[in-house]
Nanobody, 125 residues
Framework: QVQLIESGGGLVQVGGSLRLSCAASGRSFSKNPMGWFRQAPGKERQVVATMSSGGNTYYSDLVKGRFTISRDHAKNTVFLQMNSLKPEDTALYYC???????????????????WGQGTQVTVSS
């Protein structure tokens, strides 16, 4: 059974930082893209940052320059370093992976076939 387990969410003040982690189990995603999406109450799930197996990255314009995605293939883990957090970053953050493509990228929800359960990030002002 494939699982994506997120950790690292929490409550932080404006301007603060958090580091999210997502550990995959059940299969290796070393040849597949992984990334992060988020969903605020009443809004659609949106891409935050994704990374191909080769290290190519994609960032939403809303987080570019503040968030950094990274991966550890040996540990089958993807990370999201979030700096200069804003209240509008408040959301449930989901880890995502696509086992159907090798060396490709994730840009949209339909590109994902494995999801984590989500970790809450709340930025208070």
């Amino acid at each position: 059974q494939v699982q994506l387990i997120e950790s690292g969410g929490g409550l932080v003040q404006v301007g603060g930082s958090l580091r999210l982690s997502c550990a995959a189990s059940g299969r290796s995603f070393s040849k597949n893209p992984m990334g992060w999406f988020r969903q605020a109450p009443g809004k659609e799930r949106q891409v935050v940052a994704t990374m191909s197996s080769g290290g190519n990255t994609y960032y939403s314009d809303l987080v570019k320059g503040r968030f950094t995605i990274s991966r550890d293939h040996a540990k089958n883990t993807v990370f999201l370093q979030m700096n200069s957090l804003k209240p509008e970053d408040t959301a449930l953050y989901y880890c995502a992976a696509d086992s159907r493509t090798e060396y490709g990228m994730i840009y949209y929800v339909p590109d994902v076939n494995y999801w984590g359960q989500g970790t809450q990030v709340t930025v208070s002002s």
